[in-house]
Structure formats: structure tokens, C-alpha cells
T-cell receptor, first 116, second 111 residues
Framework: QKEVEQDPGPLSVPEGAIVSLNCTYSNSAFQYFMWYRQYSRKGPELLMYTYSSGNKEDGRFTAQVDKSSKYISLFIRDSQPSDSATYLCAMSQGNAGGTSYGKLTFGQGTILTVHP | ETGVTQTPRHLVMGMTNKKSLKCEQHLGHNAMYWYKQSAKKPLELMFVYNFKEQTENNSVPSRFSPECPNSSHLFLHLHTLQPEDSALYLC??????????FGQGTRLTVV
């Protein structure tokens, strides 16, 4: 069983739709949860960073973490064609020294296309 | 510009060649990482450095040799690679919170 499961899609939605992206995980030691956006031929860009359970909102993006269910989500409101990219969930244990915050376990990524 | 710069962006090398990938970060972070991104696979952590010291080698073959001369620079030396090593190699740095910040990557093709 993979430590982090993410539906690779692809996911295609019309402009203006609400997009829901999800990941499940098996390691209960994960405490820090991230979403990255990766455009074609680019490196991953950090979108959202959350600690433990709860919600975090940043503009059109909302990240949710439910540690009891080992389930995280990213919602994109009013999706735009510029949101078309691969979205990667990532998580870390975030303890045991300064390097642990960047020791990330990733999902496979979901390819999202927002069409006009 | 992410604050993490990788060169070259693209590299084609033969199986008998020796080449090096370079990473430089301007974010003042003390931790640096090499990740590998292969098609249809999640990003895989390869090496971890903290204050220039290697703290983790994630069972990476010896044909990949990292070097970290200071907290701002990281190299990945490559020799006698295999075609299956073709991938996007990503460098990242991290503060003691807030995840990792990635460079644009080096697209490596081994022929």
C-alpha cells in the first residue's frame, strides 16, 4: 500500500467550476500537509501549507485536513484556465530536527484541465 | 523565480559520461534536498543535507553522488547512468517550517 494515495485523474472542468482534489494517507505520524501546483516543464510551487487538522483559506483556494480520517482536500473556487496544472499533495512528519520539514512524501499528482 | 536555481535545465548524456547538476538557493535555508520525478511516479526523496552535512541517503545507487560545499549550493554528480535514470531531478530547500521550495528542475535524458 502506498503511503499517500492520490487519484491521478485526469480531471477536466469548465471555467468557473469548483474543483475538489483529495489525498488519503496511511502514516499517522504525518503532521504537516501541503499542496503543490506544477505546470508543465516547471518545478512544483507551494500553494498551501497546513498543520494538523482544520481548514485554511487563501483566496480561491481552501485546504482541509481531517487527521482522524487520514484525508486531505484542496478546493479551488471559480476555477480559471490558468489553474490547469498537476496538483500534488505532500506531507511530512515535521519533527526530529530541521531537515524533517522538507522531507516530503508525495502523492502521484492529479492532472487538472480547466477549459474556457 | 522561486529562489532556488538549477542548472542546466536540460541534459542529455551517454551511459559512459560524467556530468554534474547544480543547485543554488538564495533563501537562507539550511536544509537542502534532491528529489527525483519520474513519469507516472510520485516525487522520490534522494538525499538530505543540513548545514552542509548529509543526513539521509534514501537508498540511492552510488552512480549518483551528492556534494554540498556550503548551505547555499548543492551538486549531484552523475556517472555511468542507465536509461531508467532519465527523469526530472529537482532540488529543494526548506526553512524549519512551511515545507520545501523547489527549483525548476533538470530534465535528464540518458541515451
Amino acid at each position: 500500500q502506498k503511503e499517500v494515495e492520490q487519484d491521478p485523474g485526469p480531471l477536466s472542468v469548465p471555467e468557473g467550476a469548483i474543483v475538489s482534489l483529495n489525498c488519503t494517507y496511511s502514516n499517522s505520524a504525518f503532521q504537516y500537509f501541503m499542496w503543490y501546483r506544477q505546470y508543465s516543464r516547471k518545478g512544483p510551487e507551494l500553494l498551501m501549507y497546513t498543520y494538523s487538522s482544520g481548514n485554511k483559506e487563501d483566496g480561491r483556494f481552501t485546504a482541509q485536513v481531517d487527521k482522524s480520517s487520514k484525508y486531505i482536500s484542496l478546493f479551488i473556487r471559480d476555477s480559471q484556465p490558468s489553474d490547469s496544472a498537476t496538483y500534488l499533495c505532500a506531507m511530512s512528519q515535521g519533527n526530529a530536527g530541521g531537515t524533517s520539514y522538507g522531507k516530503l512524501t508525495f502523492g502521484q499528482g492529479t492532472i487538472l484541465t480547466v477549459h474556457p | 523565480e522561486t529562489g532556488v536555481t538549477q542548472t542546466p535545465r536540460h541534459l542529455v548524456m551517454g551511459m559512459t559520461n560524467k556530468k554534474s547538476l547544480k543547485c543554488e538557493q538564495h533563501l537562507g535555508h539550511n536544509a537542502m534536498y534532491w528529489y527525483k520525478q519520474s513519469a507516472k511516479k510520485p516525487l522520490e526523496l534522494m538525499f538530505v543535507y543540513n548545514f552542509k552535512e548529509q543526513t539521509e541517503n534514501n537508498s540511492v545507487p552510488s552512480r549518483f553522488s551528492p556534494e554540498c560545499p556550503n548551505s547555499s549550493h548543492l551538486f549531484l554528480h552523475l556517472h555511468t547512468l542507465q536509461p531508467e535514470d532519465s527523469a526530472l531531478y529537482l532540488c529543494a530547500s526548506s526553512p524549519q517550517s512551511r515545507g520545501a521550495f523547489f527549483g525548476q528542475g533538470t530534465r535528464l535524458t540518458v541515451v
